[in-house]
T-cell receptor, first 112, second 115 residues
Framework: EDKVVQSPLSLVVHEGDTVTLNCSYEVTNFRSLLWYKQEKKAPTFLFMLTSSGIEKKSGRLSSILDKKELFSILNITATQTGDSAVYLCAVQYGGSQGNLIFGKGTKLSVKP | SAVISQKPSRDICQRGTSLTIQCQVDSQVTMMFWYRQQPGQSLTLIATANQGSEATYESGFVIDKFPISRPNLTFSTLTVSNMSPEDSSIYLC???FGQGGYEQYFGPGTRLTVT
């Protein structure tokens, strides 16, 4: 059965800390891995990763994919209270435009 | 990316009734997707809405319960039929862009509470 597993499920840090969120997957017909930030209802797109070893960066956030070991990490440096959210990892699979299997998410709380 | 809107933003409905959720995109897209997020859970794909053909439903979801329309390339509706409290969830539509891997963007969601 296809699955996406995120760890930890929750994390509490203080402002300025660096955090690493993990996502491992077992999915047939893998196409890409996506990271989202969910603060209220709608997940906000962060990154899409398709190739191993190529880091994607956006400000204080970065992510990398390892297709051999079937995992990805999302790093957030110099965390701020505005980073508090649930971070979702999803794997896209299938034929044409693909569908997504989501992990359960990591709830990040950043304290002042 | 795309600008995606959903209506209604939230609703409280009585069991046994039906609710239709609308999703509008500001550009033409081939495929749109509908997801459900039950309280405390992650997102689960309900179906893929294809323009000009029947929607494709995931295991555990049926057309009689979640009929979908896709009349054109910018619009889709999801109906939650004969609702029960177990249908209380956030319902999200999404669209995808790109080639090879597809970036998928989500609408703002509809929070449904069934009493």
């Amino acid at each position: 059965e296809d699955k996406v597993v995120q760890s930890p499920l929750s994390l509490v840090v203080h402002e300025g800390d660096t955090v690493t969120l993990n996502c491992s997957y077992e999915v047939t017909n893998f196409r890409s891995l996506l990271w989202y930030k969910q603060e209220k209802k709608a997940p906000t797109f962060l990154f899409m990763l398709t190739s191993s070893g190529i880091e994607k960066k956006s400000g204080r956030l970065s992510s990398i994919l390892d297709k051999k070991e079937l995992f990805s990490i999302l790093n957030i440096t110099a965390t701020q209270t505005g980073d508090s959210a649930v971070y979702l990892c999803a794997v896209q699979y299938g034929g044409s435009q693909g569908n997504l299997i989501f992990g359960k998410g990591t709830k990040l709380s950043v304290k002042p | 990316s795309a600008v995606i809107s959903q209506k209604p933003s939230r609703d409280i409905c009585q069991r046994g009734t039906s609710l239709t959720i609308q999703c509008q995109v500001d550009s033409q897209v081939t495929m749109m997707f509908w997801y459900r997020q039950q309280p405390g859970q992650s997102l689960t794909l309900i179906a893929t809405a294809n323009q000009g053909s029947e929607a494709t439903y995931e295991s555990g979801f049926v057309i009689d319960k979640f009929p979908i329309s896709r009349p054109n390339l910018t619009f889709s509706t999801l109906t939650v039929s004969n609702m029960s409290p177990e249908d209380s969830s956030i319902y999200l539509c999404s669209v995808s862009f790109g080639q090879g891997g597809y970036e998928q963007y989500f609408g703002p969601g509809t929070r449904l509470t069934v009493t």
